[in-house]
């Protein structure tokens, strides 16, 4: 549908004034992206009908995508008041207001949620899902909060360690070793980590000598990633084809056959070369290019 038909059936609609036809032509001009006509209709529509839950529903998501969080928790407020029960504006609303850092309302929206993610558990994030999906690993740490574990791509904007907002639904599957695990769009860092990136080419490509790096640099409370194992594939909610998010290609630098490139995360770059010269006093092997990524 272009926007001239668009603009067409809303003179017509317009004359009957009739709500659920223009919420109808409110989501249209927004799956063409035509974002500013679906707010205003929307707008008019609750106006019309008060007591309608879906349209505000849908002006909750709306901002939501724009990470406009205070019009955002107005409208999942707005959408509960009239819908008690609808889960998704409890997610927005909970997204919205730790946002804004109203930790309080946040925790009364997620209801008993928010005991569930009290309990450190695993997770797997996406982050810049619109723009350069990336997943990684993470961990949980409140609701709506979780713990970047997995060293992030230099241009992703995120760093080891950052704590970022997430909801509790997920936009695609991961699959790994034959299951299929949640992927939570990440959609704002609520706490800045103080570890920088560093990436090193380890001259081996033994899994030994691999798995000796990650457990020294665990020790070390250190960042680890084999960047030259960042394939991971994940999967559509509704099971088709795969498709490739996170390819070594994106960091522009590849290590050469037989070697390994990975990448540590420290608040001190003395760290890392302790830890990397540890390394070559028990495995033998050596590394070079370490890099300071911004």
């Not at 309080?104 to 350069?132: F, I």
């Not at 993470?138 to 704590?163: F, H, K, L, M, N």
């Not at 570890?195 to 665990?218: G, K, P, W």
């Not at 084999?226 to 522009?252: C, H, K």
């Amino acid at each position: 549908m272009k926007k001239g038909d668009a603009h067409r059936r809303i003179s017509s609609a317009q004359g009957a004034a009739w709500p659920a036809w223009l919420f109808d032509l409110a989501r249209e001009y927004d799956r063409i992206g035509d974002v500013y006509h679906a707010v205003k209709l929307c707008k008019r529509v609750v106006k019309q009908v008060p007591a309608w839950a879906e349209p505000c529903a849908f002006l909750a998501e709306i901002y939501l995508r724009r990470r406009e969080w205070k019009p955002a928790l107005h409208y999942a407020l707005a959408t509960l008041q009239r819908q008690a029960n609808h889960e998704r504006a409890r997610e927005i609303g909970t997204m919205a207001a730790m946002a804004q850092r109203q930790w309080a309302l946040a925790r009364r929206l997620a209801g008993s949620r928010h005991l569930d993610w009290c309990r450190p558990s695993v997770r797997l994030v996406c982050l810049n899902p619109g723009t350069r999906p990336e997943v990684l690993t993470a961990r949980t740490r409140a609701i709506g909060q979780t713990v970047i574990e997995s060293v992030p791509q230099p241009s992703s904007g995120y760093r080891y360690g950052d704590v970022v907002l997430t909801g509790w639904s997920p936009i695609a599957m991961q699959v790994s070793r034959g299951r299929r695990i949640e992927v939570l769009p990440v959609w704002k860092c609520l706490f800045r980590s103080r570890f920088l990136t560093y990436s090193v080419v380890l001259a081996t490509a033994d899994a030994e000598h691999i798995e000796a790096m990650r457990q020294l640099c665990r020790h070390e409370g250190i960042g680890f990633d084999n960047w030259s194992m960042a394939v991971r594939q994940i999967a559509p909610l509704d099971g088709s084809r795969p498709a490739e998010l996170y390819d070594r290609t994106i960091f522009g630098r590849t290590s050469s056959r037989g070697h390994t490139l990975v990448a540590l995360a420290s608040p001190r770059k003395g760290k890392v070369w302790r830890t990397l010269q540890h390394w070559h006093v028990i495995t033998g092997a050596d590394y070079y290019g370490l890099t300071r990524h911004e």
